[in-house]
């Protein structure tokens, strides 16, 4: 863990040095001036585990932006935003600018090498002249520093949980590509999964298929185990313990489970806390239900819109197993729990005519 960043540091010196040398050759236009504050930050960036991204465009709630530097950590999320004004500019209008054209508000630094204001969890959190040293020091531990807030309400948790899947499910893509490649312990696990999932699934199942499986297995197997209160369902669920065998083996090596999803905690208590309410099973399986139709929105679009992942209501669930037992009984004389009666359930998804 890198330590707090101190006046005296080599990369603050060499942000001021570079300055310096600007204002020697009365150099003062932004494109210039931004690369001192770039170096700075990819210099102090570094120990903490994250990597600058220049002039990346990113979806911010529905709107392409692009902020001078997107800062993500070893498991390719956003974890703050720089944006670059030129000295002869008002910062303060600059900044409304940037706020009307949707730009995240996060953890964001603006500067204009005299001054800076960092935005956090949507708030102003701190103004620093930048000519002073510690200020800067300062400005950059608090960015640094900075871990979003637990969301309030269900919806909010949802909205914002598919907004970030996408990220969440390439960079656990990345971390299954690469296993593929250098982790013969993973290589050995995934291929008995593999193989169980041509047998009891689909014999023509892909490997990007069951890839896909485990990413929205990592995603969503907290949130399943929480709501429904069950500690041990991926013990008995067959398909379930074989990709936490195959998980294992991933997370052994390539990256720490519990890091990657404590990012998400602040979705899943939100999510875990409106389900707590719910005493019901058949009410808990309705909302997991709602949860699972924004995931596959936010997770794959594609597959949402053309598979027409929408899931049916519970009343509708309700009236159609209540018709096939009346149907069955009175023209056949069987009951759904008859030992010769066989129920298929080919798109299970999340159970709802199983279980009921």
Not at 18 to 32: K, M, S
Not at 178 to 192: I, N, R
Not at 312 to 337: R, Y
Request: charged letters at 30%; glycine letters at 4%; aromatic letters at 10%.
């Amino acid at each position: 863990m890198a330590g707090s960043i101190k006046p005296t540091d080599k990369a603050i010196k060499t942000y001021y040095a570079a300055l310096q040398d600007y204002r020697n050759e009365r150099v003062t236009h932004e494109g210039a001036l931004e690369t001192a504050f770039q170096r700075l930050l990819d210099q102090t960036a570094r120990p903490r585990r994250w990597f600058l991204v220049p002039k990346e465009s990113i979806r911010i709630k529905g709107k392409h932006v692009i902020p001078d530097g997107t800062l993500r950590d070893e498991f390719n999320l956003h974890r703050g935003f720089w944006e670059a004004k030129d000295t002869l500019d008002d910062l303060e209008v600059e900044i409304k600018k940037k706020m009307a054209k949707g730009y995240p508000l996060a953890n964001t630094i603006f500067e204009d090498t005299r001054r800076a204001v960092l935005f956090q969890n949507g708030g102003r959190a701190m103004a620093a002249d930048l000519t002073d040293r510690q200020a800067l020091a300062d400005l950059l531990n608090l960015f640094y520093a900075h871990t979003e807030p637990d969301i309030q309400g269900f919806e909010a948790a949802v909205e914002e949980f598919k907004e970030r899947v996408p990220e969440l499910a390439r960079a656990l893509a990345g971390k299954i590509a690469e296993a593929h490649q250098k982790d013969p312990t993973f290589q050995a696990a995934f291929d008995s999964f593999f193989t169980l999932c041509q047998t009891a699934l689909n014999p023509n199942i892909s490997v990007a298929a069951v890839d896909e499986m485990l990413v929205q297995h990592l995603l969503t197997e907290r949130l399943i185990r929480k709501i429904f209160d069950d500690q041990e369902f991926t013990r008995r669920n067959v398909i379930a313990a074989e990709i936490e065998k195959v998980i294992t083996a991933l997370t052994r090596k390539s990256f720490n489970r519990d890091e990657f999803l404590k990012s998400l905690d602040r979705f899943y208590r939100a999510i875990e806390g409106a389900a707590r309410v719910l005493e019901d099973f058949s009410e808990k399986q309705h909302f997991l239900n709602t949860v699972y139709e924004r995931f596959f929105q936010g997770y794959s679009v594609k597959v949402a819109d053309t598979h027409g992942i929408v899931y049916t209501p519970q009343a509708i669930v309700d009236f159609m197993c209540a018709s096939v037992a009346e149907v069955l009984e009175t023209e056949f004389g069987k009951k759904l729990g008859d030992k010769d009666v066989h129920i298929l359930d080919p798109c299970t998804g999340t159970g709802n005519f199983i279980v009921n």
